[in-house]
Nanobody, 124 residues
Framework: QVQLVESGGGLVQLGGSLRLSCVASGFTFFKFSDCAMRWFRQAPGKERELIAYISNTGHRIQYKSSVEGRFTITRDNAESTVYLQMNSLKPEDTAVYYC??????????????WGQGTQVTVSA
């Protein structure tokens, strides 16, 4: 069973930076390098939202418009790790951040795995 462990969250002031990490393990029928990776976040009282995506090779990257230009998603397939560098943080970035691995092996052969989340709090 795929396990994802996020780290790097914390309390930071307006304009500060944080780097989140998500280490993946437990792969059996497919590898980390077969998975697209995504970062989501969920603020209190709001739905979970997708904020960053990186393809399995790292060649395709997409961001939610509200974080584009401030956040950078990268991955290290050799270390089975995905990162989210967050700069110029704002109070509205306060949320629990989750990483997710998505594997697609054909119709009927998909798997999504989630981490436990890491809290990011930005003070004004």
């Amino acid at each position: 069973q795929v396990q994802l462990v996020e780290s790097g969250g914390g309390l930071v002031q307006l304009g500060g930076s944080l780097r989140l990490s998500c280490v993946a393990s437990g792969f059996t029928f497919f590898k980390f390098s077969d998975c697209a990776m995504r970062w989501f976040r969920q603020a209190p009282g709001k739905e979970r939202e997708l904020i960053a995506y990186i393809s399995n090779t790292g060649h395709r990257i997409q961001y939610k418009s509200s974080v584009e230009g401030r956040f950078t998603i990268t991955r290290d397939n050799a270390e089975s790790t995905v990162y989210l560098q967050m700069n110029s943080l704002k109070p509205e970035d306060t949320a629990v951040y989750y990483c997710s691995a998505y594997y697609y092996g054909g119709i009927g052969n998909e798997k999504t795995s989630w981490g436990q989340g890491t809290q990011v709090t930005v003070s004004a």
